[in-house]
Nanobody
């Protein structure tokens, strides 16, 4: 069983930036695709970004051009760099990979 722990969330003004981290343990990290999801208050969880084991990336339309997913296999960590944040980015952010359960996530609040 892979355990994932998100961190780095907080309160930021519109237009600001934040970097989220996701630390993995319990299994092999480097062979897995890693994904970020988010769940805004009162809404369904949605996919945000994916990075494969080879480093290829994909992004949801709502974050494309603003967010960047990356990974450091030596540290068993995946990151989400979020720039030009908007109030609609407010959500609990989760990382996910096959074999891992959903964790607690990390809260991101974008507000003036």
């Amino acid at each position: 069983q892979v355990h994932l722990v998100e961190s780095g969330g907080g309160l930021v003004q519109p237009g600001g930036s934040l970097r989220l981290s996701c630390a993995a343990s319990g299994s092999i990290f480097s062979i897995n695709s890693m994904r970020w999801y988010r769940q805004p208050p009162g809404k369904e969880r949605e996919w945000v970004a994916t990075i494969t084991s080879s480093g290829s990336t994909q992004y949801g339309d709502s974050v494309k051009g603003r967010f960047t997913i990356s990974r450091d296999n030596a540290k068993n960590t995946v990151y989400l760099q979020m720039n030009s944040l908007k109030p609609e980015d407010t959500a609990v952010y989760y990382c996910k990979t096959g074999g891992a359960n959903w964790g607690q996530g990390t809260q991101v609040t974008v507000s003036a």
